[in-house]
Structures are given as C-alpha cells and as structure tokens.
C-alpha cells in the first residue's frame, strides 16, 4: 500500500515584460495553457503501484507548458512528392515527442527527456527531423535514425494530443495517437540515471572533440596548470526569460565566489571562460588573470586568437576543410573540462553532465525558480554545489 500522496499546484501568472522577449521565450509565453487541476484531482482518487515513480510525481514536476506542432517545410515537400510516409492510425503504437525549435541545449534535454519518460510511460519515442539533423551536426549520432515526419504523414492532425491528456487515461491513447510534451522538457530526474547511456548519444564528432581538446591542452600549457575550470557564462538573450521569474542576471561577485571555491578544491587550475557573447565576458572578466574561449573567432576566421593556440590547431587539425561551428566548439570545451562554473540553461547544464567533474550553479537569483533551474537543483547531482548569490 503506497502512502498518501498531496500534490500541490502552483500557477505562475507570467508579467508583461518592456524588453524584447527571446524566441525561445516568446515560443514558451505563447505554450502556456490551462492547469492540470482536474487531471490531479482524478489521479488522486487512484492507487498508485510505484513508489518512486508515479504520474501523479510527472504531472506535478512537467507543468502545463504545451509545445506547438512545428514541421520541416523540406520533410513535407518530401511527403507529398514522393509519398514515402504512412497514416498513423489505430494500428500505429503511439508515439511521445517533442515539437522542439530550442537550441542545442535544448534539443540534447528534449531527446533525453523523450527516451526516459517514453519508457516510463508505454509510449514509444519519436524525434523531428530538425532535431535529428542538428545534433547530427555535433554528435556522432546513428545517421538512418529517422525523423517522424519522415515515418507519418500525419503526426499535427486530429490524433494530436497533450501528455497530460495521456496521463489522464492512458489506457485510452495507447494506439493512433501523437503525444506531445510540454515545452522545452527537460526531465534531469528522469534521465540522470541513464547518463552513461546518454554520454555514449552525445559522443561529440572526433573533429569536434579534438577542437576542444585542443583548447583545453593550450589552456593548460598557458597556465602552467594541471587542470582547466570552464566558466560558462551565459548572456545573450537569457535575461529577458530571468524577468519573467523575477530573475536577474548573476554578477562578478558570484564568480569570484565560485572561481574561489574551485581554487580550493584545485590547487593548480586554468579558468576558460566559455560564453554566447565572448566580447562582453572580456570586459566583464578584465581584471581577471582568465583566458577565453576562441570558439567566435574561430568561427569567423578573424585574428582575434593567441599565436600559441593557432600554432598548436594548425598542428594537429585542419581547421580549414570545413565551415566551424562556435557554438559546437563551446559546447566541446565544456564538455571537456575538469570543472564547471555554470550560470543558468541547458547548454551549460549539458557539458557539465557529460564532463562528470564537480559544478557550481548560482541559486536565489530569482522570485520564483525558472523550471530549467529548478529541475537542476532538484537532481541533486552529488558533484554538484550551489552559490546562495541572495547573500551578496
């Protein structure tokens, strides 16, 4: 007999923001529809089999933040030319996806987040085609794993529905039908446990590997250090979401806490800043004895990067033979490093995960915890730490 279980639902009203919201955060505002107030209520009332896991536990931890159905223009092209998908009807096991446009970071936790709840919950996992071939990019991923555009013709029509419409009466959509999740899942207590499997998912591209491999020796060898310490610091558009939980963008004072924690615990380490806006982190970051990221200069092919680490690149890698991807090479670095400083987000959340050295996160830097941030803190990852920034 399973103990009593209370759920408690929480609705966060969203505030008009002034400032230009980020497209990510445009697409999420726009997702936000109703509460699960009756499906909770129903489940209640039903025993549950499974003390560490239960719907009752995912309708409470996902929210109700519906995903739009995106599909590629090519893929339909495809369709309808060369009539290569099939009906998803009641002969059809239903399938869980994500309609996903994020980046990176978030199409690594929704692919992630699919695999692990779609075990969970009978349901077999489906990826779109823009999903697939972005993380084709980077990782040496299976290249006839196929999109669900490429499979169905029909994955936005009437058999489109809501996990939690699932959840409610699973019994009832288990054959002809498209379950689709919240927007920007990212279930880190699902999949944590599976993160050796994972790992071997997000093998990096070897050309890739070796970029940030490559830094990270030019790193050690600059400092004369024993291990390297990723700082990502996260700008851009994030700033704009943080408000809309009250949230504000964390300061030097957090880093210098965390820069001093990690000296603690390292007594020989280089600290690399890696960032979306590697130009405003310098100035931020002036005082600093730190190095940066090459990543946007390689990219762009500009001047901008230390005479040793080119030397070394031109040694072992030929840079030239293919367009460069900065935010791949980043993402390389941080995969990479010993140690992790983090701000907020999936991207960085994603290299410290697959690096399995120690992290430190900022917390109390908002009114009420954005969902990412929250799923981070409840994971309770064992290397992982927390800089309360409320106290500066």
């Given at each position: 007999m399973c103990n009593k279980i209370s759920i408690f639902l929480f609705v966060f009203n969203f505030l008009n923001i002034n400032s230009k919201n980020s497209k990510c955060m445009e697409n999420y505002l726009s997702s936000k529809k109703g509460s699960l107030r009756s499906e909770i209520k129903r489940y209640?009332?039903?025993?549950?089999?499974?003390?560490?896991?239960?719907?009752?536990?995912?309708?409470?931890?996902?929210?109700?933040?519906?995903?739009?159905?995106?599909?590629?223009?090519?893929?339909?092209?495809?369709?309808?030319?060369?009539?290569?998908?099939?009906?998803?009807?009641?002969?059809?096991?239903?399938?869980?996806?994500?309609?996903?446009?994020?980046?990176?970071?978030?199409?690594?936790?929704?692919?992630?987040?699919?695999?692990?709840?779609?075990?969970?919950?009978?349901?077999?996992?489906?990826?779109?085609?823009?999903?697939?071939?972005?993380?084709?990019?980077?990782?040496?991923?299976?290249?006839?794993?196929?999109?669900?555009?490429?499979?169905?013709?029909?994955?936005?029509?009437?058999?489109?529905?809501?996990?939690?419409?699932?959840?409610?009466?699973?019994?009832?959509?288990?054959?002809?039908?498209?379950?689709?999740?919240?927007?920007?899942?990212?279930?880190?207590?699902?999949?944590?446990?599976?993160?050796?499997?994972?790992?071997?998912?997000?093998?990096?591209?070897?050309?890739?590997?070796?970029?940030?491999?490559?830094?990270?020796?030019?790193?050690?060898?600059?400092?004369?250090?024993?291990?390297?310490?990723?700082?990502?610091?996260?700008?851009?558009?994030?700033?704009?979401?943080?408000?809309?939980?009250?949230?504000?963008?964390?300061?030097?004072?957090?880093?210098?806490?965390?820069?001093?924690?990690?000296?603690q615990q390292h007594d020989s380490a280089a600290f690399l800043v890696v960032s979306d806006d590697i130009e405003a982190s310098r100035e931020m970051f002036a005082e600093d004895d730190i190095l940066f990221s090459p990543a946007t200069y390689l990219a762009k092919n500009t001047d901008n990067i230390d005479p040793e680490l080119m030397k070394i690149i031109n040694n072992e890698i030929d840079i030239k033979t293919e367009e460069l991807d900065a935010t791949a090479i980043d993402f390389s670095i941080l995969a990479q490093c010993e140690a992790n400083i983090n701000t907020y987000g999936t991207f960085g959340m994603w290299g410290a995960l697959l690096s399995q050295g120690p992290a430190i996160y900022p917390d109390n830097f908002y009114k009420n915890p954005p969902p990412d941030h929250q799923e981070i803190r409840e994971a309770s990852i064992s290397k992982w730490t927390f800089v309360d920034v409320d106290k500066f």
């Amino acid at each position: 007999m399973c103990n009593k279980i209370s759920i408690f639902l929480f609705v966060f009203n969203f505030l008009n923001i002034n400032s230009k919201n980020s497209k990510c955060m445009e697409n999420y505002l726009s997702s936000k529809k109703g509460s699960l107030r009756s499906e909770i209520k129903r489940y209640l009332q039903k025993p549950i089999q499974d003390e560490e896991f239960s719907i009752l536990n995912i309708l409470e931890e996902i929210g109700s933040e519906n995903s739009p159905c995106i599909t590629t223009e090519d893929i339909k092209m495809q369709q309808n030319n060369e009539k290569s998908c099939k009906i998803m009807d009641e002969k059809c096991a239903s399938i869980l996806i994500d309609f996903n446009n994020g980046r990176l970071g978030n199409l690594m936790s929704s692919y992630a987040s699919v695999v692990s709840l779609s075990a969970k919950i009978n349901l077999q996992p489906a990826f779109t085609y823009r999903l697939i071939s972005k993380l084709q990019k980077v990782f040496s991923m299976p290249h006839h794993l196929k999109s669900v555009e490429e499979i169905y013709c029909n994955i936005c029509g009437k058999n489109l529905i809501p996990l939690e419409k699932y959840l409610t009466e699973p019994h009832s959509y288990t054959h002809g039908y498209v379950v689709y999740t919240p927007a920007y899942p990212n279930y880190l207590h699902l999949y944590k446990s599976d993160l050796d499997k994972f790992k071997q998912t997000f093998k990096l591209k070897p050309r890739i590997q070796k970029l940030g491999a490559t830094v990270i020796q030019w790193a050690r060898l600059k400092k004369d250090a024993k291990k390297v310490v990723c700082v990502h610091n996260r700008l851009g558009d994030y700033p704009s979401h943080l408000k809309a939980y009250g949230g504000k963008r964390v300061d030097m004072e957090y880093f210098a806490e965390a820069i001093t924690r990690m000296k603690q615990q390292h007594d020989s380490a280089a600290f690399l800043v890696v960032s979306d806006d590697i130009e405003a982190s310098r100035e931020m970051f002036a005082e600093d004895d730190i190095l940066f990221s090459p990543a946007t200069y390689l990219a762009k092919n500009t001047d901008n990067i230390d005479p040793e680490l080119m030397k070394i690149i031109n040694n072992e890698i030929d840079i030239k033979t293919e367009e460069l991807d900065a935010t791949a090479i980043d993402f390389s670095i941080l995969a990479q490093c010993e140690a992790n400083i983090n701000t907020y987000g999936t991207f960085g959340m994603w290299g410290a995960l697959l690096s399995q050295g120690p992290a430190i996160y900022p917390d109390n830097f908002y009114k009420n915890p954005p969902p990412d941030h929250q799923e981070i803190r409840e994971a309770s990852i064992s290397k992982w730490t927390f800089v309360d920034v409320d106290k500066f």
